[in-house]
C-alpha cells in the first residue's frame, strides 16, 4: 500500500507556465518534506513543513501542508526549464521519525 | 563542506553474486540510510543505521543487509543477487537520533544484474 500518492504522475508544459503537484495520503503526518531529483542524481531537499496549514516559499515555488497533515501541495509560478525533474514528498512513519516513506512521484519537464 | 558521497557510482553482476556499495555520510552526520529507487516502485526504504547499530529496516529479505563503521560510513551488501535487484541505491544521512529527520542524498550507485 503506497501511503503517499503523488498526482499528476507526469507534467509536460512550456516556459513560463505556472502548475501545482499534489501530495496525498489518508494517514496524518507529523511532516512532510519535498525534494527533486534529477537524472542520474540522488534528491535534494527543498523543504520541510511541520505544521498543519503552514505555507513556505522558495523564490517561485510554493508549499503547503494541509490543515489535517494528510496532503500537501507544490505550486512553481513561471516555470523554467532548470525546474526540470522528478519531484517527491516523503514523509515519516512506522512510529520511527528517521523512516521516510516517499510518494509516487511527478516527473516534470519544462520545455524552453 | 563535501556532501554525501558513495561508491562505485555504476556495478555490473551477474545473477547469483554479490554486491558491496560504500557510503560516507556528511561530516557530524550519525545516521546513514539505504533507499532503492527501481524502475516502477519508487524510492523504497532499506536500512538505517545510526551510532553502528540497525535502527529500522524496511521490507526487504535477509539478503539485503549492511553495517555502520565506527567513522559513521557504510556498506550495503546484496547476496545471492536476482535480476530485480536492479536498481539506484541511494544513501543519505542526518544528525541522527537527536536531530530531525531532514536526510541528505549521495548520488547513488546504479546496480545492474544481468
Known amino acids: 500500500t503506497q501511503l503517499l500518492e503523488q498526482s499528476p504522475q507526469f507534467l509536460s508544459i512550456q516556459e513560463g507556465e505556472n502548475l501545482t503537484v499534489y501530495c496525498n495520503s489518508s494517514?496524518?503526518?507529523?511532516?512532510l518534506q519535498w525534494y527533486r531529483q534529477e537524472p542520474g542524481e540522488g534528491p535534494v531537499l527543498l523543504v520541510t513543513?511541520?505544521?498543519?496549514?503552514e505555507v513556505k516559499k522558495l523564490k517561485r515555488l510554493t508549499f503547503q501542508f494541509g490543515d489535517a497533515r494528510k496532503d500537501s501541495s507544490l505550486h512553481i509560478t513561471a516555470a523554467q526549464p532548470g525546474d526540470t525533474g522528478l519531484y517527491l514528498c516523503a514523509g515519516p512513519y512506522g512510529g520511527a521519525t528517521n523512516k521516510l516513506i516517499f510518494g509516487t512521484g511527478t516527473l516534470l519537464a519544462v520545455q524552453p | 563542506e563535501a556532501g554525501v558521497t558513495q561508491s562505485p557510482t555504476h556495478l555490473i553482476k551477474t545473477r547469483g553474486q554479490q554486491a558491496t556499495l560504500r557510503c560516507s555520510p556528511i561530516s557530524g552526520h550519525t545516521s546513514v540510510y539505504w533507499y532503492q529507487q527501481a524502475l516502477g516502485l519508487g524510492l523504497q526504504f532499506l536500512l538505517w543505521?545510526?551510532?553502528?547499530?540497525?535502527?529500522n529496516r524496511g521490507n526487504f529479505p535477509p539478503r539485503f543487509s549492511g553495517r555502520q563503521f565506527p567513522n559513521y560510513s557504510s556498506e550495503l551488501n546484496v547476496n545471492a543477487l536476482e535480476l530485480e535487484d536492479s536498481a539506484l541505491y541511494l544513501c543519505?544521512?542526518?544528525?541522527?537520533?537527536?536531530?530531525?529527520?531532514?536526510?541528505?542524498f549521495g548520488p547513488g550507485t546504479r546496480l545492474t544484474v544481468l
Open positions: 543505521y545510526d551510532e553502528g547499530e540497525e535502527r
Open positions: 494517514s496524518v503526518f507529523s511532516s
Open positions: 543519505a544521512s542526518s544528525v541522527g537520533l537527536a536531530g530531525d529527520n531532514e536526510q541528505f
Open positions: 513543513v511541520v505544521t498543519g496549514g
